[in-house]
């Protein structure tokens, strides 16, 4: 094993990333090392690699960028009890700190204090990451790779739409990007009546009726309430899983919620925005509910058993393939809105 | 229309029923007259026809049995509002009191005073049947009869499978008789991981395996412990569905039940039996739920989705058909256990 | 018994109501009439007075003011089974359909056909008051009729508290009107660990201290972010119950929020209002509930139990009495905000 | 400090238990000593002594007793981020394995690698104890040592009470030992309308009339199940907390839950017993909830609330105070059924 590896880092405060070598990194006592089989990239490394305002307040360059990542325990730290060398396993991207009381009470997905691969240290866009044990989940040996990378953003998918009880309800999903269109095959595993999801992108919402969505309708070209309130005979939606973070679409979702309806919301606003509190949560005692990660590890635990047992299908997601080198090639597709979920191979 | 119809009645105490021609039921206020289109035998029935201890303790004859029906409506009490004339509906079996503590905080399937027909008043194995407006449920017109007869019963199965969580859990099903077998293909359109199954006959350990069971185990020839076990990787079950009341099926299943796990219990069982508390219960800090009836109306509005997004279907559990005056037939069927649901027709 | 009897009303479009007599309401078959002992004003009658944007969209005058009321039952229909003439009771203000999918699933607190009596029908600022049987609820003989006469009211506070689990809890409660004062006498009663309130009356803060604040902040002149932080070691709060409506309140509960806190709304805000959802909400993993009215007749029972077991006193809470022709001076007090509960006898 | 210790060791099987010296415990780099200040008496100890089945079967000789322990940090291992130095802690006696997938998932009380101090390893009743650093609960330092050393066994209260809603409910507590009357004094905290309590020690009985129970009958000359139903307006409790494990107690206590109740259940019985399934839970639709320790370690904040805002006094709690050499009297005192917690101190 070399030294040094290939590593795709933001060297600087700025646009782009640069393609460099790095020592392999060394782990702590209860570290593994994990040689990277593939990373995807999520909508927060397009943040990144444009430079925009939240990256600018949260990075620290240089750092390897990258936290949806898989590959294989190469080195274990002396305390480490598991897994064992040579397993095959998906990376949890939230190293937390376990003495808080929010780790310390099945909450560790909102430990104020934890510290994310790719952007806070050290990520996986790169031939070898350093992470703690725990954040290390074993996959079965012949999981394909493509599914097996998939996993942490997939949790995503599952903590949104397991925050709501969906047996049997009719659900609206906002935002068809790849945790929107992994969010409807999770639903309609879980027992959903209809699934209707909206986007600004065709190439996306064919992606959703492919995964499951019963009538999916461009947000620029349809008319959003007048369309899904026709499709549920007037009456709207039980749930709102909202993954845009659009404040039109959220205005649409609100609007088509049933009174005592369910709002689950990962979508991450641009700012701030205007909001009819009362007619959206109050009068209709709305229940609204915020989604931060996946949870630790309970998410992991049900993303295990729906691909197990066939439930959901991840291989649809996946659109785009491209070496770690062609990194540039990749975020211009990403860019477009014209792809699911795109892989890099170090 | 006639003054007169067709009832199958016990027309005193002892086993067997008599058909017989009795007046066609007059109406309340808030009541509807409906036309009985079919009727479902229950197991409730089968202790009846019996004339088990049960049956002797809780009906005062003569009364006209049967209280899983659909029919039409053909007369409404003066101060109904709903159901219109003509709909096609089918019955809540339980009529009650809308006036006490529990009818007042929606649990009304726990009311204290509720009268149920066919063993309380008057049932539906006759040509009409008088009830409360707010018992029937108005289904789609092209409703096939036999789902909408079934109905009632599905509630069951519904009630008991959505008292759990399911998505991406192991569930053990103990007990399929035509509610069990229903409860399966719930808990597959609910998300269920897996879903076991046992019963002590092979008839319905087929009709198991067709709704849904990746294994279904038959308890008197096979070893129920050892082979769910085996299937589970030693693990046990998250969540056990008890179908049956066999305190034998009760000790299996909790056996196999995991720590934190959960019980929903339906089955009745013969009569109180011994139970080791501490171990399944106490020590493995399990959640035990007694299910009783339907959620009144909470279960229908359920079990409508379910049905109208084609997620169950409820048409292989009818196995058997019969007219009503072939009623004896019916029932020496239905004690062999040789069925899924039996339906008789006026 | 006269046929006529004394009645404030809104007399059309415009400010101010009016005195005036009016004819005994008669009854429908399900209903009773109610001699009204005392009643008492709500915020929402204020709007009515003062007819605002909301009130000019809701109200079609003329229509007898006033929803908070108890008397006696002085008449029946022939089908009411409960209560009985002579019953002290307090009366429920929202009435509501009874066939709708909301109130057949015990969510009646959600009908969208419910008829407010003092908004949509006419209401209890007068001699007499025609309502629902069911709207009827029966108190102790000797329950002082001025705690009978809040329990509408009280019921907001009621629901609100509850639909957090507050047990052991940090609370904040923003907006110390008499609903506001009331929620802090059951938060307290459901073993919150610590209650801090903000306000920007000091008359109402002190009222607020009285009923079990910890600390009480005028928002107006003190800084209530940076107190309510020290006072929790810099934590903030678990739970925000929101009275106030007004988006600074807003605003500062949920900067005192802790993650994974929740927020419940009884608010009503002037109109939209900006708000950062990203911070307040999603990355909070908050959990938001709007709330409405009361659980009909869940938080009944909740409050019935309450006053029983004199977990809550609710008589430091009426501040001021008047006679029903006073009605103007009430009115001029209670919008000052130097009042707890005004409570008006005909 | 020397490098030898009192302890009292359960020497060899067989009836109870020998003071002698042993060396001061080493530590693990993830482990802290403890100097003991107390230990209080648990009733799983008496058994201990006893030898009885349970015991035989579990313990593996020699190994020092003690499970209820405080004391102060004099060590640390060297990967310890805390507890400090000179802190005053609480000891959790669960240590739990941290990788199985209940350790995980937020339910390290039932993880099934858990040792247990005093039990599995070495224990309190002792002059030091080494423990994992997670294991002890930083105390303020002006803590009273009495309240300190409760807060284990508090646990086992808190965990019970806090499983079923109380807010405004009737609860009935059957067993009032130690922990008994600890989860009066939650119940009485949580909101409860009131509280039943029985016990077949007039001593005890007293003890929870102290804490909060309204009415408390002794089950050997009394008729628990009239009295109760008559204190309750016939109607029976919504709760019942059974910390007896008495197959008679159950039986009462089921006897009285109203339908929908919910029963907690912490006593562990004498072995597997006959029970009424049918009538106890499944017509009544009864939630029956196992408890076992505490919550890792969600139950000790809350115990930190519920002490530090005075909700619950446990002074009165503590009844008899030994130094550890005068255990043999100690445990006769317990044996008797005299007491409430008896400390110990070494």
Known sequence: MSDMMT???KPRPGAGLELTQRPVP????????????????CGTDLHIYKWDKWAESRLKPPV???????GEIVARGAMVKEPNLGDFVSLESHVICNTC????TG????CQNTRLIGVDRDGGFAGYIAIDAQNAWVNPPDMPVEVAVLQENFGNAVHTAFTADLVSKKVLITGCGPVGVMTIAVAKAAGARAIYATDVSDYRLDLARKMGAELAVNART???????RAATDGEGVDVLLEMSGAPSAIEQGFTL????GAAVLLGV?????TFDWNHHIVFKAARVYGVSGRKLWETWYQLRGLIRSKAVDLQPVVTHRFALKEYDQAFAVMASGESGKIVLFP
């Open 101 to 104: 009381a929010y780790c310390r």
């Open 257 to 260: 919620l049933k009174p005592g």
């Open 222 to 228: 349809g008319n959003v309430v007048e369309q899904i």
């Open 107 to 110: 909450r560790g997905h909102i």
């Open 269 to 273: 606003a641009p700012g701030p925005f």
């Open 26 to 41: 060394s782990i702590g006592l209860n570290e593994v090392l994990v040689k990277v089989k593939a990373a995807s990239i």
């Open 7 to 9: 590593a795709v880092i």
């Open 64 to 70: 390897i960028v990258g936290h949806e990542v898989c």
